[in-house]
């Protein structure tokens, strides 16, 4: 990017360069320009205001471009600022995420060994009944009435 100190040496070149010209063109003049007219006035004069009018409308749009650009640039930290904070929230709530993910992966393998240790006891007592049966420890059951010896 050209540096300001090249942009104003530049310009106070380009300067130098528009007054010589208007001083050794310094001839009276008529101007018109459409209904408004100046009789005898100095070439230098009209070259002097034609550059100043150029500079000015030249820097006119420089300020204008550069209050666009302000604008834009606020808008866009605006921006910047609002998805940092959404970000933050959004870490915020995957660590959270994450502790209740944890949380319910030790509840999910707690209740795991309790199953476990619930379907070893009733294997162990389903064997139990077989024995106890085998063994005719147990009476038979009753039958609901409909036997022909229960009379």
Same mark, same amino acid.
């Given at each position: 990017?050209?540096? +300001? =100190?090249?942009?104003? @040496?530049?310009?106070?070149?380009?300067?130098?360069?528009?007054?010589?010209?208007?001083?050794?063109? &310094?001839?009276?003049?008529?101007?018109?320009?459409?209904?408004?007219?100046?009789?005898?006035?100095? =070439?230098? +004069?009209?070259?002097?205001?034609?550059?100043?009018?150029?500079?000015?409308?030249?820097? =006119?749009?420089?300020? @204008?471009?550069?209050?666009? +650009?302000?604008? &834009?640039? %606020?808008?866009?930290?605006?921006?910047?600022? &609002?998805?940092?904070?959404?970000?933050? =929230?959004?870490?915020?709530?995957?660590?959270?995420?994450?502790?209740?993910?944890?949380?319910?992966?030790?509840?999910?393998?707690?209740?795991? &060994?309790?199953?476990?240790?619930? %379907?070893?006891? @009733?294997?162990?007592?389903?064997?139990?009944?077989?024995?106890?049966?085998?063994?005719?420890?147990?009476?038979?059951?009753?039958?609901?009435?409909?036997?022909?010896?229960?009379?």
């Amino acid at each position: 990017m050209i540096s +300001l =100190l090249a942009i104003a @040496v530049v310009g106070l070149a380009f300067a130098v360069i528009v007054a010589m010209f208007a001083i050794q063109n &310094s001839t009276p003049v008529s101007i018109s320009f459409f209904s408004w007219q100046l009789a005898d006035i100095s =070439l230098a +004069l009209v070259i002097l205001g034609s550059a100043a009018a150029g500079a000015l409308a030249a820097g =006119l749009f420089a300020i @204008v471009r550069e209050i666009r +650009l302000k604008l &834009s640039l %606020r808008a866009c930290r605006n921006r910047l600022e &609002s998805a940092t904070r959404e970000l933050d =929230l959004t870490r915020d709530d995957n660590t959270n995420l994450q502790k209740e993910v944890e949380r319910l992966s030790e509840e999910v393998r707690a209740t795991a &060994s309790e199953l476990e240790e619930a %379907r070893k006891r @009733v294997s162990a007592l389903e064997i139990e009944l077989e024995a106890t049966q085998a063994m005719e420890i147990l009476p038979e059951p009753q039958s609901d009435g409909n036997n022909e010896g229960d009379y």
